[in-house]
């Protein structure tokens, strides 16, 4: 099988910033059991100190996605997996506390950070300025393209062709707001739910789903007939993920984006790519990233 090379440059992205349920569970590792229960909550420490409150309750609240794998998603058994759960799961031994996973969308995944709900957000969240105004960032630790998914018939080929079609995305992210930019003429339809708007370009009710390239050939891929869909086009914005985190903290985001760079450094990351990413999944991709550590 041809291996297909997935060309990520964040230092390049840089510039392009601009681009792109609520059940808690109870603290699992990935891949074993999660259960039910209440997720504690506590607001986000005035004007900083949310390091120290993490690490005295040894609980890191981790927000994370349950519908877009491979990144976040639940299993049969209703366990989080994906690579922002593993990265997740890293971050919160790094700082010897325990994580508790607490399902969000794309939605409310920033309300819930500004509210105290959750310590930290790793649900392939885009990193915009528009973002940095309300919540902080930490460094970019993957980067993925917005693109299209269409019905293996459809005329569509690329954004261009979008003009008096609609559009299914998610509210709440980037790439709904992308669509209205790239081309001002398509209809853009939001959903809550990725599933929500799967089932919507299935039963034909929007023309195209738009959204994080590998989330939609990971839709591709699952679906009861993955030759009646296809990619249109090649990915037209740079989506860097970041790890959200309460605003004005820069203590504690100086720390996850230390951790980062050690689980970049020590080969971590790199493992975790080829888990979920590489050669031997279906995805089959080769990575070109390079995350800008800190010196």
Same mark, same amino acid.
């Given at each position: 099988? #041809?291996?297909?090379?997935?060309? &990520?440059? =964040?230092?390049?992205?840089?510039?392009?910033? @601009?681009?792109? $349920? /609520?059940? *808690?569970?109870?603290?699992?590792?990935?891949?074993?059991?999660?259960?039910?229960?209440?997720?504690?909550?506590?607001?986000?420490?005035?004007?900083?100190?949310?390091?120290?409150?993490?690490?005295?309750? #040894?609980?890191?609240?981790?927000? &994370?996605? =349950?519908?877009?794998?491979?990144?976040?998603? @639940?299993?049969? $058994? /209703?366990? *989080?997996?994906?690579?922002?759960?593993?990265?997740?799961?890293?971050?919160?031994?790094?700082?010897?506390?325990?994580?508790?996973?607490?399902?969000?969308?794309?939605?409310?995944?920033?309300?819930?950070? #500004?509210?105290?709900?959750?310590? &930290?957000?790793?649900?392939?969240?885009?990193?915009?300025?528009?973002?940095?105004?309300?919540?902080?960032?930490?460094?970019?630790?993957?980067?993925?393209?917005?693109?299209?998914?269409?019905?293996?018939?459809?005329?569509?080929?690329?954004?261009?062709?979008?003009?008096?079609?609609?559009?299914?995305?998610?509210?709440?992210?980037?790439?709904?707001?992308?669509?209205?930019?790239?081309?001002?003429?398509?209809?853009?339809?939001?959903?809550?739910?990725?599933?929500?708007?799967?089932?919507?370009?299935?039963?034909?009710?929007?023309?195209?789903?738009?959204?994080?390239?590998?989330?939609?050939?990971?839709?591709?891929?699952?679906?009861?007939?993955?030759?009646?869909?296809?990619?249109?086009?090649?990915?037209?914005?740079?989506?860097?993920?970041?790890?959200?985190?309460?605003?004005?903290?820069?203590?504690?985001?100086?720390?996850?984006?230390?951790?980062?760079?050690?689980?970049?450094?020590?080969?971590?990351?790199?493992?975790?790519?080829?888990?979920?990413?590489?050669?031997?999944?279906?995805?089959?991709?080769?990575?070109?990233?390079?995350?800008?550590?800190?010196?």
């Amino acid at each position: 099988m #041809k291996r297909r090379e997935f060309v &990520v440059s =964040a230092m390049a992205g840089m510039a392009l910033l @601009t681009g792109c $349920g /609520n059940t *808690p569970a109870t603290p699992a590792a990935p891949g074993t059991k999660a259960g039910g229960g209440e997720t504690p909550t506590a607001a986000p420490a005035a004007g900083g100190g949310n390091l120290a409150r993490v690490q005295a309750a #040894k609980v890191l609240r981790i927000g &994370v996605r =349950a519908d877009s794998p491979p990144f976040g998603f @639940t299993d049969k $058994g /209703n366990n *989080p997996q994906g690579f922002d759960v593993d990265l997740g799961f890293r971050i919160a031994r790094a700082l010897e506390c325990q994580p508790v996973f607490v399902t969000v969308t794309s939605g409310d995944r920033l309300e819930k950070i #500004k509210k105290g709900e959750i310590d &930290v957000v790793i649900a392939t969240l885009t990193s915009t300025r528009k973002r940095a105004k309300e919540i902080d960032l930490s460094l970019p630790y993957f980067q993925d393209q917005q693109m299209l998914l269409v019905k293996a018939e459809s005329a569509v080929l690329s954004y261009r062709d979008l003009g008096g079609k609609k559009v299914a995305s998610l509210n709440g992210s980037t790439s709904i707001e992308n669509i209205k930019k790239v081309n001002p003429d398509a209809a853009a339809v939001g959903f809550a739910t990725m599933k929500e708007a799967f089932e919507a370009l299935q039963k034909g009710e929007v023309d195209a789903l738009t959204g994080d390239g590998l989330s939609l050939r990971s839709l591709k891929l699952a679906a009861e007939k993955p030759d009646s869909l296809r990619i249109a086009g090649e990915g037209f914005t740079v989506e860097l993920f970041a790890v959200g985190l309460p605003f004005n903290d820069s203590e504690f985001r100086g720390k996850i984006d230390e951790v980062l760079t050690e689980l970049w450094n020590n080969g971590t990351w790199t493992r975790l790519f080829n888990k979920w990413l590489g050669a031997e999944t279906a995805y089959n991709l080769q990575s070109t990233f390079v995350m800008p550590v800190l010196p």
